[in-house]
C-alpha cells in the first residue's frame, strides 16, 4: 500500500513539472496553431543554462532557473521572429513544412549543445539531492516536492498573467481568433513572438526544476518533447488548465507503469495512449467530461 | 429531393429546426432567409457534410441521409461552395476534369467533358489559369462548372450571386437557366433577390432554421414575416 | 511525348547503366547505391505526402519492416534475405492498410503526428521483443554477398519501378484524385472522391516501395538494427527532407533531392567533421525557407511563370519533364 501511494505521489510531483513544459508548448499551439517538435530541444537548452550556473557559479539550479528563463525567452523570440513567421510568406505545396521546420530547429540546438558539451552524460549534487521526506512510510525525494510547488507557483501566476493583464488577454484572443483579435488592434505578430518566447522561457523553468532528477544530454530533448506532446493532446489543444491535468496524469500513468509493468514497453503505453486521445477524443481529456 | 422533418442541432444551437420540403424535377427552388438563418445547413445536410440530428431526407426513392457525401454525389447531387473551394495549384481545366472523373476513368474522356463544361460556362478563355489565381466571378463560376462535370441531376449552387456585379450577375443567372434546360434540378441559396424572383420557380424562406412560408418568389418575398424576418436583421 | 523527351529519357537511362563503370570504385559504388535508395525512398513518399498531401512522419516504419522481414526470414529460418525482397514490400503493404484505415481520420500536421508516433510505437515493440527480433543487438547477415555492381542494378531497377509507378499514377485519373485531396479534402469530397479510398491507394503502393527499399537495404548492409532502419531522425525525417530538397510532387524531384542528400552529407563529413549534422539541421532549415518547393519544383514554377505551356500534367507542381 505504501508503495502504491509512494509511486502515485511520486507520479503527481513529477506530472506537475511535466505539466509547466507541456503548459509553454500549449501556449505555443494555442496561438500560433503550429507542432512544435523543438520544444523539448528548449527545454534541453534551459537546462544546460542552468547547469552552466550550477557549474561555473555554484548557482543552484532554482535560483539558476531565473537565468535560463529569460535566456530562453530571447532564444524563443529569436526563433519565433526570424523562422517561424517568415515561414508564414513562403508559398508552399505543404503547410506541413512548418513541422519540418521544428524538426531542422530541434536538430540544430541538440547538436550545438552537443558541439559544445559533447555527448557525456552530466548531473548535478545539490546539498539536497537524495534527501527524502519520510511520510507514512512513503519516502518522497526532496527535488521532487519543492519542484512541485515551484512548477504550481509558475502555473498559477501564468494564469494570473493570461487573465489580468492586457498583454495576457491580447495572448488569448490572438488564440481564438487571430483576425478578430487583428480588428481589434492586437499586434498579432508581437504576440506571436511573445508568445513563443514564454513558451521557451516556460519550458525552461520546467527543465531547470527537473535537472536534480535527471541526466542531461543533449538528446534528452526528443522525451521532452514526447512527453510534451502527449500532455497537449491529453488536455486538449491550447488548455491551460488541460495541460497541468494531462501532466499529472501522465506523471501518474508513467510513474505506475515503470513500477508495475516494466520500463521497456512504458514508452509504448504513452504512445498508445497519444494515439487512441487523438483519434477519439479531439478535445482531450475534457470531452469525456462533457459527455 | 424530399426533406422530412430534419433537425440540426450543434451543441445547444439549433440550426435547422422540423424542417421539411420537397423539390420536384426539373424545377428551380429558391432557399432565402436572413444571414444565419439555416441556409447553408440544409446544404450540408443534404450533401451530407454532417449528418441530421432527426429525420431523413431521400432522392428519388433513396434515402440518402445515411451516406457519405461522394455517395451522394455518385448519385447525381452536387454542390457548389458559399466559400468557394477552388483546388488551387490545379488549373481551371484540370480542376473541371477531377469533377468528370466521376463518370469516367479515361483521361481523354474527362478532358473532353471538362472543355464541353468550360465552353458551357464561358471559362474556356481560363483554362490554363492557376484555379488558385482567378477572380471571385470566375471562381464562382468554376465552382458551378465542376459540379456540373460530375453530371448531376440535383445541383445545389450556395450564393452563387454573392460579390458578383450586376453584369457579372446577369451572366450567372442565364448559367442556370441554361443548366436547368439540360434538365437538371436545382436548388439556390441566394441573397440577392433579383436573382431568386428573375429564376426560381418556388421559394421557400426560412429564419431561425424553421420555415416561414413556401410559395411562388413574388409572394413569399413580399410576405410579411419575410420582410420582418430580414428587417430584424437590418436592426440587430 | 515529344522526340527529344524519348532521346532525353534514352541517353539518361544508358547514362544510369554505365556509371558504376564511369565510378569505378566500391566508395563512388556505395555512393551511387545510397542516391538510388533515398531516390526510391523520395519517390514512394512522394505519392502519399507530396502528391496526396498526407505528410507521414511514419514511414520508418515500412521501411523497418521490409528490411526485418528479410531479417527474420534469415534468422529464424535460415533462408536467405533474398526471399525478404519478396516478403518484406507484402508486409509492408498489408501492415499500412489497418495504419491507413486508422490515420486517415485525422487531417493535416494531425495526421502527421500520429504517424510519427506509429513509427515510433513500431521502433520500441521491434526493440523490446528480444526473443523474436533479436532486440538492440540487430541482426547480422554472415553469408557471401555479390559485388556491389549488382547491387547497384538491383536498385537502378527498384528506383526505374518506383518512378515508372508513380507516372503511370500521376498521369492517370489517381493523380487528378490525389492533387484535388491535397488541395481541399472537402472540395474533393463533394466530387464524388471517396477520399479516404483514394489516400488508400496512395498509401499502398508508397507502402510497399518502402518495404522493397527496407528489404534490400537488409541484404545489401547485411545488419538491422531496430534504432537505425525504424529511426524517426534519420529515416522518416530524412525521406521528408529529401523530397522537399529535390522537388514536393515532382516525379523526378526525389532523385534530384537524395543525390543532393547524399552529396552534401559526404561534403559535411568530410569538412565539417562532428558538425556534420548541425550542417544538416542548418540546411532543413534555410531549404524549408527559402526552396520550399525544391530544386526542381521552384524550376517548373520558373518555367510556368515564363509563360511555357505543359500540357497533361496535373496540378502545378505535379507534373515535370
Known amino acids: ?291 | 429531393m424530399e426533406a422530412r422533418r430534419i433537425v440540426k442541432r450543434f451543441g445547444g444551437l439549433v440550426a435547422v429546426d422540423d424542417l421539411s420540403f420537397a423539390v420536384r424535377e426539373g424545377e428551380i427552388f429558391g432557399l432565402i432567409g436572413p444571414n444565419g438563418s439555416g441556409k447553408t445547413t440544409v446544404f450540408n445536410l443534404i450533401n451530407r457534410f454532417f449528418p441530421p440530428t432527426s429525420g431523413t431526407i431521400h432522392f428519388g426513392d433513396r434515402r440518402i441521409d445515411v451516406l457519405s457525401p461522394h455517395q451522394i454525389c455518385a448519385l447525381g447531387i452536387a454542390r457548389t461552395f458559399q466559400v468557394v473551394k477552388p483546388l488551387r495549384r490545379m488549373t481551371v481545366l484540370e480542376n473541371v476534369m477531377t469533377g468528370a472523373f466521376l463518370r469516367t476513368g479515361s483521361v481523354r474522356r474527362a478532358r473532353q467533358k471538362a472543355l464541353e463544361v468550360l465552353d458551357f460556362c464561358k471559362l474556356m478563355h481560363r483554362k490554363d489559369f492557376p484555379a488558385g489565381k482567378l477572380t471571385i466571378a470566375d471562381r464562382k463560376r468554376l465552382e458551378i462548372a465542376r459540379a456540373l462535370a460530375t453530371e448531376p441531376r440535383l445541383l445545389l449552387l450556395d450564393e452563387t450571386a454573392a460579390g458578383l456585379n450586376p453584369r457579372e450577375t446577369e451572366e450567372a443567372m442565364d448559367i442556370i437557366r441554361q443548366i436547368r434546360e439540360l434538365g437538371v434540378t436545382i436548388i439556390v441559396v441566394e441573397h440577392v433577390m433579383k436573382v431568386i424572383t428573375g429564376i426560381c420557380d418556388r421559394v421557400m424562406a426560412i429564419n431561425f432554421g424553421r420555415e416561414i412560408t413556401t410559395g411562388p418568389p413574388a409572394a413569399v418575398v413580399n410576405h410579411p414575416e419575410v420582410i420582418k424576418a430580414y428587417l430584424g436583421e437590418a436592426d440587430a | 511525348m515529344h522526340r527529344y523527351r524519348i532521346w532525353a529519357a534514352v541517353a539518361l537511362a544508358l547514362l544510369a547503366l554505365a556509371l558504376p563503370f564511369i565510378f569505378n570504385s566500391p566508395y563512388y559504388q556505395h555512393m551511387l547505391i545510397l542516391i538510388l535508395i533515398w531516390a526510391a525512398l523520395g519517390t514512394a513518399w512522394n505519392l502519399l505526402g507530396g502528391y496526396c498531401g498526407q505528410v507521414s512522419f511514419g514511414h520508418a516504419a515500412f521501411f523497418g519492416l521490409g528490411a526485418y522481414s528479410a531479417g527474420l526470414l534469415y534468422l529464424h529460418l535460415g533462408a536467405s534475405p533474398w526471399w525478404g525482397m519478396a516478403l518484406g514490400p507484402v508486409v509492408a503493404t498489408l501492415v499500412s492498410i489497418p495504419i491507413g484505415l486508422i490515420c486517415f481520420r485525422l487531417r493535416g500536421p494531425y495526421f502527421a503526428l500520429a504517424m510519427l508516433a506509429l513509427g515510433e510505437i513500431f521502433r520500441l515493440v521491434f526493440l523490446n521483443w528480444i526473443s523474436f527480433t533479436n532486440g538492440p543487438r540487430g541482426i547480422l547477415m554472415v553469408a557471401a554477398r555479390p559485388g556491389k555492381i549488382l547491387f547497384y542494378y538491383l536498385a537502378l531497377a527498384i528506383l526505374g519501378l518506383a518512378l515508372w509507378w508513380s507516372y503511370l499514377l500521376i498521369k492517370s485519373k489517381f493523380g487528378y484524385y490525389f492533387v484535388s485531396i491535397r488541395e481541399d479534402q472537402d472540395a474533393a469530397e463533394a466530387l464524388g472522391i471517396p477520399t479516404t479510398r483514394y489516400k488508400l491507394y496512395a498509401l499502398l503502393p508508397s507502402a510497399f516501395l518502402t518495404g522493397l527499399v527496407g528489404a534490400f537495404y537488409m541484404n545489401y548492409v547485411a545488419f538491422i538494427e531496430p534504432n537505425v532502419v525504424f529511426s524517426l531522425g534519420n529515416v522518416s525525417v530524412m525521406i521528408i527532407l529529401v523530397v522537399i530538397l529535390g522537388g514536393v510532387a515532382t516525379l523526378w524531384g526525389p532523385t534530384v533531392g537524395a543525390a543532393m542528400y547524399i552529396a552534401l552529407g559526404e561534403l559535411f563529413r568530410a569538412q565539417l567533421g562532428a558538425a556534420n549534422v548541425l550542417a544538416f539541421g542548418v540546411l532543413v532549415c534555410l531549404v524549408i525557407l527559402f526552396l520550399p518547393n525544391g530544386v526542381v519544383g521552384e524550376v517548373d514554377l520558373f518555367k510556368r511563370l515564363m509563360g511555357g505551356k505543359r500540357r497533361g500534367d496535373v496540378g502545378g507542381s505535379l507534373g515535370s519533364p
Open chain 1, 1 to 291: 500500500m505504501a508503495l502504491l501511494g509512494q509511486t502515485v505521489i511520486c507520479g503527481l510531483l513529477l506530472g506537475g513539472m511535466y505539466a509547466l513544459i507541456a503548459i509553454g508548448m500549449t501556449l505555443i499551439m494555442g496561438v500560433m496553431k503550429i507542432i512544435n517538435l523543438a520544444h523539448g530541444s528548449l527545454v534541453m537548452v534551459g537546462m544546460y543554462v542552468t547547469y552552466v550556473c550550477y557549474r561555473a557559479w555554484g548557482l543552484d539550479p532554482y535560483l539558476g532557473m531565473l537565468v535560463a528563463m529569460p535566456v530562453l525567452f530571447l532564444l524563443g523570440c529569436v526563433i519565433q521572429h526570424f523562422l517561424i513567421n517568415r515561414l508564414l510568406e513562403v508559398e508552399s505545396v505543404l503547410p506541413e513544412n512548418q513541422v519540418l521546420l521544428t524538426v531542422g530547429i530541434s536538430l540544430v540546438l541538440t547538436e550545438v549543445i552537443r558541439f559544445i558539451f559533447k555527448s557525456d552524460y552530466r548531473s548535478i549534487a545539490t546539498p539536497y539531492t537524495g534527501e527524502a521526506l519520510l511520510v507514512g512510510g512513503m519516502s518522497i525525494s526532496i527535488a521532487m516536492a519543492v519542484g512541485f510547488v515551484i512548477a504550481m507557483v509558475f502555473t498559477y501566476l501564468l494564469h494570473l498573467f493570461l487573465t489580468r493583464t492586457d498583454l495576457g488577454r491580447a495572448i488569448r484572443a490572438t488564440a481564438q481568433d487571430r483576425e478578430a483579435a487583428q480588428y481589434m488592434g492586437v499586434d498579432a505578430r508581437r504576440v506571436t513572438v511573445i508568445t513563443f518566447g514564454l513558451g521557451s522561457a516556460l519550458a525552461a523553468a520546467g527543465g531547470s526544476l527537473l535537472l536534480p532528477l535527471f541526466y542531461l544530454w543533449p538528446d534528452i530533448g526528443h522525451l521532452f518533447t514526447a512527453k510534451a506532446f502527449i500532455i497537449t493532446i491529453l488536455g486538449g489543444m491550447g488548455s491551460t488548465t488541460g495541460a497541468l491535468l494531462g501532466g499529472l496524469t501522465l506523471g501518474v500513468a508513467e510513474s505506475l507503469g515503470a513500477t508495475y509493468i516494466g520500463m521497456g514497453y512504458k514508452d509504448v503505453v504513452g504512445l498508445v495512449i497519444f494515439l487512441l486521445v487523438l483519434l477519439f477524443l479531439p478535445h482531450g481529456l475534457r470531452s469525456l467530461v462533457r459527455r
